[in-house]
């Protein structure tokens, strides 16, 4: 059954991977050369300039905060592509490569948030726009931190399920900002 949440979600992630298609054919997959902490790297200076503009209530470079959101959406799924495809060293991939594995990990994302968003009553509706962004940073930090223990947990998700709860913690931030109209 779509409800709400699953349609607006569906547009959400429907410009995001529009954005992934047209920079793939700007820039090919440059990422590829990234290392995994460099991703996180760059999907935690998105979010800390979410945080530093909404701190300060002003910006001086005109690209919206909305924009950084659909960079941490598609930071983390060049991730996660990138933990699919970590032992296949080529740089080159097209985007019909790359888009079965980016549609994978978008439909166990959206399962996450469909089952997460069953248990939890829909909760992020009534946060803050703010409040998803420290939300955001926190898991990154816990990723950071992962990386630093070379992906040992003891008793904690892995870095696979905190890139797809700051996924599903950014669409949030994209359906309250109005991106799926």
Avoid at 44 to 65: H, L, M, T, Y
Wanted: proline letters at 1%.
């Amino acid at each position: 059954m779509e409800t709400q949440t699953s349609n607006e979600y569906t547009e959400v992630i429907s410009r995001c991977k529009e954005l992934f298609r047209k920079k793939t054919i700007d820039y090919g997959t440059a990422w590829r050369i990234l290392r995994l902490s460099s991703i996180t790297d760059q999907i935690f200076i998105k979010a800390q300039r979410i945080r530093s503009i909404q701190e300060k209530g002003s910006q001086k470079v005109n690209d919206p905060i909305i924009d950084e959101f659909v960079g941490i959406v598609n930071y983390c799924l060049i991730a996660l592509i990138q933990i699919s495809l970590k032992d296949d060293k080529e740089m080159s991939l097209n985007f019909d490569r790359l888009e079965p594995i980016y549609d994978d990990w978008v439909s166990s994302t959206k399962a996450l948030l469909e089952n997460k968003n069953h248990d939890y009553g829909e909760a992020w509706r009534e946060m803050r726009v703010s409040s998803i962004t420290d939300i955001i940073l926190m898991k990154l930090l816990r990723v950071k931190q992962i990386e630093d223990n070379e992906g040992q947990t003891l008793v904690s998700e892995g870095i696979e399920a905190n890139y797809q709860d700051m996924i599903n913690y950014a669409v949030f931030c994209l359906i309250k900002l109005g991106y799926h109209d």
